[in-house]
């Protein structure tokens, strides 16, 4: 099927149709919908190459993957970020080009990538606290959209984020209501610009609680299980234990999880967790009831709008306005969180 047919059958103009599919902003919503659906159910795939020599673009999106044993990205989030952003690809008939490079090459792969015109845009991953690549994006001219912020970036810049402070401060005040004076924070890494703000929201509720800050009860590294067990294990060891503990990923609550047990202790009974969740696809904070209460957010959900809002910030041109997205997460509870023993004697 061609263009022109698939505009015959829409009853809309070839020049629509093709605006439609590449994501002009001058499209409505609506319209790009039934233009999309329209062109899966007809089998219609755009002619990349004339699309390249027509556009002047290299229709091709660039993620640029540092090889660090210390970075946030490795890790099972990642996989379900790219499905979300791949779907809004292959929509618009875009390709993906992942470059996994050394630390040190990085910079480099953004300005070769810029240098080569193999992509129109790139999405930039696991921000830090003084991150040097908005800046460096900007010199080049790339159009980009940062996964998360940069805290002390000052000039504008397009980023999809979840309210990381507002999420670990609701997730620390639920479990201060439930009586818990003794709550353990198991983040991730605080170089990384969403846990840096998970801390703060955790901090912040304490303080707003009358709580201590207790330096024995927080840890940071990398989010695995091995992470949360380790940091339980220790936690439970205190003369005064932690009876809550508040973790930055699923596979951190899953170590926590196990110290509880090994120690005959029971989850949700006599020590609460409450984690966030990515919601991925493939490892499910259990089915029809939630194991772990959560704060919950859907970094599928988060690919495909950081994807669609490079696209279009590609079809609008650098002269459009930059926009920004912030997500806020929904808390749900579980069987992990109940009130503190103590309460409960009493």
């Not at 390249?52 to 990642?78: D, K, Y």
């Not at 979840?162 to 170089?191: K, Y």
Request: glycine share 8%; charged share 25%; aromatic share 6%.
């Amino acid at each position: 099927m061609t263009l022109k047919e698939l505009a015959q059958i829409l009853g809309l103009s070839p020049t629509t149709v093709s605006r439609a599919l590449n994501g002009y902003p001058e499209v409505s919503e609506s319209t790009r919908r039934r233009v999309a659906e329209a062109a899966t159910r007809h089998n219609y795939h755009p002619n990349v190459q004339a699309k390249r020599l027509a556009t002047g673009r290299a229709m091709a999106i660039g993620h640029v993957i540092p090889i660090s044993t210390q970075h946030e990205i490795v890790n099972p989030v990642f996989a379900d970020f790219i499905a979300g952003a791949g779907e809004v690809y292959a929509r618009a008939g875009y390709d993906m080009i992942i470059s996994i490079v050394a630390d040190d090459d990085e910079e480099q792969a953004y300005r070769t990538l810029r240098s080569k015109g193999n992509v129109d845009g790139v999405i930039v991953h696991g921000p830090k606290r003084g991150d040097p690549r908005p800046a460096l994006l900007d010199e080049l001219g790339l159009p980009y959209v940062v996964h998360g912020r940069v805290s002390d970036y000052a000039a504008p810049y397009a980023w999809v984020d979840v309210n990381n402070t507002r999420a670990f401060e609701r997730g620390t005040a639920f479990l201060s209501d439930l009586g818990h004076r003794r709550i353990a924070l198991v983040n991730g890494l605080e170089s990384m610009d969403f846990a840096a703000r998970r801390r703060e929201g955790y901090e912040a509720a304490l303080a707003a609680r009358g709580l201590a800050r207790d330096p024995a009860l927080m840890t940071a590294g990398e989010m695995t299980e091995a992470q949360g067990y380790d940091a339980a294990c220790a936690m439970l060891s205190l003369p005064d234990p932690a009876t809550a503990f508040l973790t930055s990923s699923l596979l951190s609550a899953m170590g926590v999880r196990r110290a509880i047990e090994e120690r005959g202790l029971a989850l949700g009974r006599d020590v609460s967790v409450l984690t966030h969740d990515d919601e991925l696809s493939y490892m499910k904070n259990g089915t029809e009831l939630p194991i772990f209460t959560a704060t919950r957010s859907s970094v599928r959900e988060a690919g495909r709008i950081c994807a669609q809002m490079l696209l279009d910030r590609i079809a609008a041109g650098p002269e459009a306005p930059i926009a920004t997205r912030l997500l806020e997460a929904v808390l749900v509870v579980g069987q992990s969180t109940a009130p503190a023993r103590h309460l409960i004697a009493s």
